[in-house]
C-alpha cells in the first residue's frame, strides 16, 4: 500500500501562484505514476495532471496546460504541482493518486491509493 498526504492548499489571489506536495510512504514510491486530481463545489473529481514513474512523461488537461506543472523527486517519495495564473476555476480540494499501470492514465477508476485533499481557493 501507498499513503499519501496532500499539503500546499491555501487562498490565493486569482493570477497568483501557490505549490501543492504530496508526500508518500509504504511501499516503493518509483513504481507509481502519480496524478493530481481536483473536486469543485458540485462538480465531480476532475483530472489535472500526471507523471510517469522516471518523470519522462507528463500528460496535462487541456485548463490547466501551460499554467501548471508536474513534477516528482523520488528520492524525496514526493510529488509536486506547481500552479500559476491561477483563477477563481481553479477553487478545489486537490488530491493526488497513485496508480501502478504501465502508461498515464486520466480515469478516477485506474488509481487505486488517494490522499485526502488540500483546499485551494482563488478568489477573484
Known amino acids: 500500500q501507498v499513503q499519501l498526504v496532500e499539503s500546499g492548499g491555501d487562498l490565493v489571489q486569482a493570477g497568483g501562484s501557490l505549490r501543492l506536495s504530496c508526500a508518500a510512504s509504504g511501499r516503493t514510491f518509483s513504481a507509481y505514476n502519480m496524478a493530481w486530481f481536483r473536486q469543485g463545489p458540485g462538480k465531480e473529481r476532475e483530472f489535472v495532471a500526471a507523471v510517469s514513474r522516471n518523470s519522462r512523461n507528463t500528460y496535462y488537461a487541456d485548463s490547466v496546460k501551460g499554467r501548471f506543472t508536474i513534477s516528482r523527486d523520488n528520492a524525496k517519495s514526493t510529488v509536486y504541482l506547481q500552479m500559476s495564473s491561477l483563477k477563481p476555476g481553479d477553487t478545489a480540494v486537490y488530491y493526488c493518486?497513485?496508480?501502478?499501470?504501465?502508461?498515464?492514465?486520466?480515469?478516477?477508476?485506474?488509481?487505486?491509493?488517494w490522499g485526502h485533499g488540500t483546499q485551494v481557493t482563488v478568489s477573484s
Open positions: 493518486a497513485a496508480d501502478n499501470g504501465l502508461i498515464l492514465r486520466v480515469g478516477v477508476t485506474f488509481y487505486a491509493y
